[in-house]
């Protein structure tokens, strides 16, 4: 999709930005890398992993923007409202690191390393999900959706599809190629036991 809207997402002041929904997997590849490492329980792994990819749940704002195009043929602009402003914060933060807690048994390290990756995705963001043209620079709101003081910006933010993210990502998978390899399970796991064993028993055969 690229079609654009005006954005209000920092307090007053407009940009245009176009919708790439494409880096929650990035996120998700690098919450994963930070979470398998760690000696705890693959539940609590997963915890961790999702810290850092829900701050992209004020993204699905822009369901609602799909069903008024699509039911009511009218435009609305929620998810250029309120995409990195809803969940993208430190009140979110520390919501999910509670959460992510409160379904551990190692409930300080999961809250500590929830934190860590949500932080991780915030700077990711920061850093690298410019787009499309040289203006459109999405700032975090640190303090959002409570107050829109600490609002950050980075005047040399790339491009959501620059080389940086793509390299990135391709290294990412590098690492998740191997520990999969290693330890006989992989990010696949999230959505399927079977496919996850499925994907392993490929690479092993693949690779050994
Ligand atoms: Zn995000």
Known sequence: MSRKYTSNI?????????????????????SW???DPCNMPLKEKKLITWAGVVADLDGLTMVAD????????????????FHHVLT????????????????????LKVAMLALLTFHLHLVCDLIGSRGPDPGDIW?????????????????HQWELNAWPNILLTIVLMAIIF?????????????????????FVRTLRSRFE
Not at 66 to 81: K, Q, V
Not at 181 to 192: A, L, M, T
Request: aromatic fraction near 14%; charge should be positive; include cysteine.
């Open 88 to 107: 993208h914060g430190l009140p979110a933060a520390i919501v999910f690191a509670i959460a992510a807690a409160a379904f551990a048994t190692n409930r």
């Open 66 to 81: 799909f069903a008024n195009r699509a039911l009511l043929n009218t435009e609305s602009e929620y998810y250029f409202r």
């Open 10 to 30: 920092d307090g007053g002041q407009t940009s245009v930005v176009t919708c790439l929904p494409m880096n929650p997997v990035t996120h998700l590849f690098l």
């Open 139 to 155: 700032p975090i709101a640190y303090l959002q959706p409570l107050s829109s003081l600490m609002t950050f910006r980075w005047s």
């Open 33 to 35: 890398t930070i979470a």
């Open 178 to 198: 191997r520990q999969a390899f290693v330890n006989g399970y992989s990010p696949v796991c999230f959505f399927s036991k079977s496919a996850d064993d499925a």
